[in-house]
Every structure is written in structure tokens, then in C-alpha cells.
């Protein structure tokens, strides 16, 4: 007797609203973020992000109910694409320049992604107008994996005992200088990847010669 397929499951009513929902909000999370790089944060407006993300103005703010709502939404989105990068773990049986050197092309290649620039463009678009908004957003989210590597490493005893954050901002903030602010501030094309290996390159060096273990 032949065997009776099963039935596939079907999405109830609610998992599709669900997804609808949530569509719906990362079309006006998306909208922003075009709206404040295009016209700055305070002359972009909630009809003008409506508009963008095709939904009605109810809608829009049945979901944010405020353009700060919005940049904090745009932040969020930024950690959250940090926190989804590949896991950062110190491994004892390897030379240290590879781990760094890895890590470091992980972390230039998330800075220089158009989704990240443009996250960044917008929520920059703020900041610098309010640094008191600045100085709100808890940045060590953006270094912490880098971070928690660090303290792993000088646990090994291949790094010299030092304060793992500002190790991590050094290492992250010389990155930072030639593979993500030339791009923000100057609307610089992004490194090709012969320049991303010097970048890498130079990096590692500069940060071995300081905190490597003698």
C-alpha cells in the first residue's frame, strides 16, 4: 500500500501578518536611513519616509512613533549587524599575526559594506548636530567581540596585560582612519583590496610592535 505524503504545514493567518509586520517595518527602518542621508536628519520628515516606504502614515507610525524612534531603530540595526559577524574566538594553537590579520579584514570589510555606510551616514546625520545624543549610544557594543579577544589572548599570555578596551578602540580606530572615515567624510570610493591588505598589514604590525608579549 503506498505511503501517504504528509501534508505540508501551512503558515497560520497570524505567522503571516507576522511577516508582513516585519516587512513592512524594515521597509520604513530602510526608508529612513535613505531620508537622513539624502536630506540630513531634520529636514528629512515622517511623510517624506512614508512616501519611501509605500506605507500609509498610520501605519508608519504604528511603528515609530517619532523620527527619534527612527534613529534609534538605525542604531540598533547597526549593532545588530556587528553582533551577526562571524564568532571571534582566540585560538592557543595559532600564531597570533593570522588571527589578528583575519580579524582585521573581517572587521574592514564589515566598514566599508554599503549597508554599514549608509547605517552610519545616517545615523551620523544626528549625531553631529547633538553630541549629547552621541554620547547616549553605548559604543563598546561596536568593540566588544574585538574586545572580549583581546582579553582572551592576553589570558594566553601572547599579549601583554593592558586595558582590553582601549587596546580594542586602538586596534578598531586605526581601521577606522584609512577604511571608513575617508569613505564618510569624503566620499571616497572604498579601498580595493590591494589597499585593504596594506591597511590590514600595517595595522597588525603597529599593534604587535605595542601590545605583543615579549
Known sequence: MPRKSKPESVPSPGDTR???TDRKRAAIVQAAVEAFHTYGYYAASMDGIAKRASVSKRTLYNHFSSKEALFDAIVEEL??????LPACEFDSTREIRGQLTELAHTEVNFFI???VQA??????SRVLAEPEVGRQVDHRRLLRRVEI?????????????ADAETAALQFIGLLRTFAFWPMI??????????????????????????????
Request: a negative charge; charged letters at 30%.
Open 79 to 84: 549593532f545588530t549587524r556587528v553582533e551577526q
Open 18 to 20: 507576522d511577516r508582513l
Open 185 to 214: 567624510v569624503h566620499g571616497e570610493a572604498p579601498p580595493n583590496e590591494q589597499e585593504r591588505e596594506a591597511i590590514v598589514t600595517s595595522t597588525v604590525e603597529m599593534f604587535l610592535s605595542r601590545y605583543a608579549a615579549r
Open 113 to 115: 559594506s554599503e549597508d
Open 149 to 161: 579577544w583581546f582579553q582572551e589572548a592576553q589570558a594566553a599570555g601572547v599579549l601583554i596585560d
Open 119 to 124: 547605517l552610519a551616514r545616517a545615523g551620523l
